[in-house]
């Protein structure tokens, strides 16, 4: 992946999918961010490789040597597609948050594409907090059990503010591609004016 961001110009760093999830949690966690993450990380999906392991290793003795070949290539080549395809939606989630004029501004965003060590995880202050917040919302649910604070009118509001939300950034989204397009036809009359002019 190359990216304009970095500080430094020509390094590398390695990342393992729970690296990926981390960079995801912390972008859901921010307020400031809700509704923006581009698509949800994808789970890592090596059932099926790790059953044919499993066949593999219990049939080493009653396989054939081709048999066991042929049954360790296909595990090989259906190990390698599956890793082709979480490495491939990883590059496009990465890519969407470079892209998003909000989100690649993200501080976690940034120490995950330039700190050459592993990227944090949460550590133990964190873990405890996360614990006493359960805690504490635990207490609450067993405290206010019977009552519930739940408004539809302010539901309503935000469920409309949403929809209103989506139709104008589509809209505009649309309006800015159809002023391009007549920039650009303006540009090629232009062109078309001045080159006939010489005639």
Not at 52 to 66: A, V
């Amino acid at each position: 992946l190359q990216t304009k961001l970095p500080k430094s110009p020509d390094f590398s760093v390695t990342r393992l999918h729970e690296d990926f999830i981390w960079l995801h949690d912390s972008l859901i966690e921010t307020e400031d961010y809700a509704g923006l993450i581009p698509q949800q990380n994808p789970a890592q999906d090596f059932d099926g490789p790790r059953e044919k392991m499993q066949k593999l290793g219990e049939g080493e003795g009653s396989m054939t040597k081709d048999e066991f070949s042929k049954m360790k290539q296909e595990l090989e080549a259906e190990y390698l597609a599956v890793y082709k395809k979480t490495v491939a939606v990883h590059e496009v989630f990465l890519q969407r948050i470079a892209s998003h004029p909000i989100l690649c501004k993200d501080t976690n965003f940034h120490i995950f594409l330039e700190i050459t060590k592993i990227v944090r995880r949460k550590n133990i202050k964190e873990m405890f907090g996360v614990f006493f917040k359960s805690m504490v919302k635990s207490a609450d649910e067993v405290l206010f059990c019977g009552v519930k604070e739940v408004d539809e009118f302010f539901d309503q509001e935000k469920t409309f503010l949403v929809n209103y939300y989506n139709r104008i950034k589509d809209s505009c989204a649309k309006a800015d591609r159809m002023t391009r397009t007549h920039k650009s036809m303006c540009a090629w009359n232009t062109i078309i004016l001045c080159h006939f002019s010489l005639f």
